[in-house]
């Protein structure tokens, strides 16, 4: 990189750097009409019906499968399981093998549904199905990794296409690797692919340069940040997009000063900031929480010679507004009609919501009365409810939405001016969300449903956030029928429920143990690609084990599966916890095991439900074993009760079994944590007197060596015999110097053995 320089020309902002990751849904409409039959069916049978692979009309269509027909059905898919499920589906077909842009169609779907683990494992399965791609393909699937911050596999992937000969990556492909990387703020790899670029004939451009910049501001290194910023202004490249990336950055690493030391560089070069930078700077700012750097520029902008518009004063007023300085608002306000502007009724309702009584309601309505049309009176009665229920006076704000319904004034609500307004103020669809919502807040649900009837009486449109409000509440209230008729009502007035709308009447089925009725609902739920929250499927789990249907439970897990929603751990381990509490000890190990088929991890929870069933059941050896594999695979066990763990120990030794250094380190750190050090201390003993020290390798080394210098400060212990341990732990400068621990010590600490 060249060192910093002094700029000499203005600079012109004229383009950003912004592209796309991803590709456009296939148009049904060009594709011949085979195809579309073809895809339509595909859908069908994935959406409409329960998938099954035995399916006899998806075996007749599985002949049918070609790169277009699986890139057009995947990207007509509304959820992203159901697209993976047949993606899968696909793969498995005899004949049939995925090309490049049928990966990429499906990676750009777990790139918007935020799903890093089955990306990860389509790209590997890319490489492993040794799939040609181009480089612009390459740089599709990497920007698809690179949003979800998958930096490493984007690299092995990048390298491992390049290494077997699957694609020859041109610039494109290198800018997008560049790109991926600048999210992880790693200058090392950054730098290391320029040069590899570099050192392969392909030159750098505006893409290549920004993504650099990107990462140097993202890791706090000014000075490379400055000299990139340098190199991309000297080949003319600079954008109000790079500008903005050097100055922002730094703000949101707090580091404001630098931001405003490079705007001053910047003009002690000549370089001046034009209007619109200015207001996109201020517009960062404000939204960083940096007011008082937004106002600092906002002065420097007036003396510039810019007068700023009503919208940069609306974003300073209500970003004051936001941190309370209500006088530097009102400051604002008075400038900004001074200058001849007239205040919108957003920069009002601002300050109108800002307001601490309704004396200063009144006061500035009185500053704008003149100019008010009916629209903006309707939009400022809306802000002075919302102070009324900020305030808590909800049934205030509920006798002025009368008012303005009926056209009458209101005496107790304190704002009657706002009714000698010579038209009828007609309220909207926020005026009665902004009520409604805070008549639900308070439990008045019987209200709050006469004003959401009240709003088809005038024809004021309704919206899917009440609706959506409305069901919840019901559901929560466990009135299922009205919820279910509310529901009819918003499908007929033509809006779509969301997953929101329809997990709230799961969750209230699942309450009332409805199994029936919430797999009726999930079945419709799955046509509209909407998930049922777990939250709701563990409760109506654990209630149906509590009451003691327990075959019910786990048929209903089972008709979850087959209707192609996975439960998880959570739901599972509910079930299992329910089986053991009816001594169904075997069909609890048996669903304990299928979890592992589901595809999932049994977690710590899972585990500890059944290792304490099978020890009930004095099923030790095999509680044993459940405990090693939980171990083997990485998962610290928890120990709420040490004593009783200890009482397993025992009986552990007593059958022959050798316990290893997890389940010592794992007692050790449970009764010091139940600050009973004398057990703690008890089996340190016992664990060095077996040899099962851990060597300084190991990672439960740091935990054994935290221990025993508690129990060596411990006035407690320091009344038993003298525990000595040599340890040799790696020093500095790469030589190993020993730790002398002596326990309690004739210092009762530490004693440290210098180089």
């Known amino acids: 990189m060249k060192p910093y320089t002094h700029f000499t020309k203005t600079l012109s902002f004229s383009s950003k750097f912004q592209r796309s990751i991803f590709t456009k849904s296939q148009n049904d409409s060009t594709l011949p009409s085979d195809i579309v039959n073809v895809t339509d069916e595909f859908i069908s049978i994935f959406t409409i019906r329960p998938f099954s692979p035995n399916n006899p009309e998806l075996i007749n269509l599985a002949p049918k499968l070609t790169n277009k027909v699986v890139e057009t059905v995947l990207n007509n ?240 007023i209500g970003g004051l507004c936001k941190t309370r300085e209500r006088e530097k608002a009102l400051q604002l306000y008075l400038e900004m009609k001074e200058s001849g502007k007239k205040p919108d009724v957003g920069v009002l309702s601002k300050l109108l919501s800002s307001c601490c009584d309704e004396g200063e ?58 009714f000698n307004f010579k038209g009828k103020v007609f309220p909207n669809t926020s005026s009665f969300s902004i009520v409604i919502d805070n008549l639900l807040q308070d439990g008045k649900l019987d209200l709050a449903l006469s004003l959401f009837r009240d709003m088809i009486q005038i024809g004021c449109k309704q919206n899917v956030l009440l609706y959506n409000n409305l069901i919840y509440s019901l559901c929560n209230s466990n009135r299922l029928e009205e919820s279910y008729e509310l529901l009819k009502e918003m499908e007929q007035s033509g809006f779509e429920p969301t997953h929101f709308t329809h997990n709230s009447i799961f969750g209230c089925l699942c309450m009332r143990q409805d199994v029936l009725g919430a797999l009726n609902l999930v079945r419709k739920m799955r046509a509209h690609g909407h998930e049922p929250w777990t939250k709701h499927s563990t409760l109506l789990i654990k209630s149906l084990c509590k009451n003691g249907k ?75 074993q459940l405990l090693n594999e939980m171990i083997m695979k990485g998962l610290i066990p928890s120990c709420g009760r040490p004593k009783a763990a200890l009482v397993h120990f025992r009986t552990m030794k007593q059958e022959g079994m050798k316990p290893d250094i997890f389940v010592y380190v794992a007692l050790l750190s449970a009764f010091l944590s139940d600050l009973n050090p004398l057990l703690a201390f008890e089996i340190l003993k016992e664990m060095v007197d077996e040899g099962n020290f851990p060597d300084p390798v190991d990672k439960n080394y740091v935990v054994v060596r935290d221990v025993i210098s508690k129990l060596s400060e411990d006035t407690q212990t320091a009344l038993h015999e003298t525990l000595s341990v040599w340890i040799d732990v790696p020093g500095f400068k790469k030589h190993i110097f020993s730790v002398w621990i002596d326990v309690p010590g004739l210092k009762k600490h530490i004693l440290l053995v210098s180089e």
């Open 77 to 316: 898919f509304k959820s992203w399981r159901v697209a993976h499920a047949f993606f899968i589906w696909a793969s498995n077909q005899s004949g049939y093998k995925h090309n490049i842009y049928t990966y990429n169609a499906m990676a750009s779907i777990l790139s918007r549904a935020r799903q890093n683990a089955p990306l990860k494992v389509l790209a590997q399965d890319v490489v492993n199905s040794r799939c040609f791609m181009s480089p612009g393909a390459l740089g599709f699937l990497i920007r698809c990794l690179g949003s979800l911050g998958l930096v490493e596999e984007a690299n092995m992937l990048f390298d491992q296409v390049k290494m077997m000969g699957l694609c020859v990556p041109n610039s494109y492909s290198y800018n997008c690797l560049l790109e991926a990387i600048s999210k992880s703020g790693s200058t090392d790899l950054v730098e290391m692919r320029l040069k590899e670029m570099h050192d392969h004939g392909w030159g750098y451009d505006k893409y290549t340069l920004t993504p650099v910049l990107q990462v140097y501001c993202n890791s706090g290194e000014f000075e490379k940040a400055l000299s990139t910023f340098n190199e991309i202004y000297n080949q003319g490249w600079v954008d109000e997009h790079v500008f903005y990336i050097l100055v922002m950055s730094f703000t949101k690493w707090g580091e404001v000063e630098k931001a405003c030391e490079l705007i001053e560089r910047m003009e002690d070069c000549n370089v001046r900031l034009n209007e619109k930078t200015f207001c996109m700077l201020i517009h960062g700012f404000v939204k960083e929480s940096r007011i008082d750097k937004a106002l600092q520029l906002f002065d420097k902008m007036k003396k510039s010679g810019f007068a700023p518009d009503v919208s940069i004063y609306d974003v300073m």
């Open 361 to 418: 309601l009144t006061h500035l309505l009185k500053e704008s009365w003149d100019e008010m049309d009916a629209q903006t009176v309707t939009v400022l009665c809306n802000s002075v409810m919302s102070v009324l229920v900020n305030n808590g006076s909800v049934d205030k704000a509920y006798n002025l939405l009368q008012a303005m319904i009926r056209g009458e004034t209101i005496p107790n609500v304190g704002v009657e001016m706002l």
């Open 550 to 624: 327990v075959v019910d439970a786990c048929k209903f897990l089972s008709d979850m599966v087959q209707e192609g929603f996975l439960p998880d751990t959570i739901s599972y381990s509910a079930a299992m916890n329910g089986l053991l509490n009816n001594q169904e000890v075997d069909l609890a190990l048996e669903l304990f095991h299928n979890i592992c088929a589901s595809g999932y991890c049994p977690d710590v929870v899972a585990y500890n439900i059944m290792i304490k069933g099978l020890c009930k059941a004095q099923r030790i050896a095999e509680s044993e």
